[in-house]
């Protein structure tokens, strides 16, 4: 049976597709079979050939070096850049839980662990016909989830409020990863102390800008059976 978790964010481009491809390259070179899903991604690119490529899930693969196609690993694949509810809608396709969950299942098949990566941060809408945020996805997969927040200034708040929230819809947040941490820095030292007390969630790991690695003593207690 394989084992899976959720990478879930503070907001919009704090970090969660570098740090999704830091974690499955990282577990890989370890000798651990870990892939990669997403359920929804817009802002895909198009290439000179008219091509639709999947950006994130493009990215997480050729950095974790699993050579396959990229649309194979995203349920929903659109274009323009807007929330994922607000893109299906401009497109006509709208987010469906079932494909989520069949695309989840045959994919997981492939692989011992499965990181998979949401869109936007926590209250992110992916149909809001059918009342479907992020939180709905998440356990329909039944995953736990890890926080990624950005280190710096204002991450406070951000991330309190993140963790609040995911507490009261039943979401398990496993850890928090701090993305950009500068360790010279106090105010981002004092942030990840002032981040544990205020959640009780241990931070995790501290990534720094550009880093290729991180650290996995934590990550397998992480992951659940799916």
Known sequence: MAKGIFITATGTDVGKTYISALIVKSMRETGLNCGYYKPALSGAEVASDGKIIPGDAAYVLKTAGINEDPENFVSYIYKPAVSPHLASEM??????LEKIKSDFERIKK?????LVEGAGG?????NIEEGILLPDVIKAL???TLLVADAGLGTINSTVLTAEYAKYHGINIKGIILNKFDENSLMQSDNKIQIEKLTGIKVVAEVKENDTSINLDWILPAFMEV
């Open 110 to 114: 492939e692989f011992d662990y499965l």
């Open 122 to 126: 926590i209250v992110c809408p992916f």
């Open 142 to 144: 039944n995953l736990d």
């Open 91 to 96: 497109e006509n396709n709208p987010i469906k």
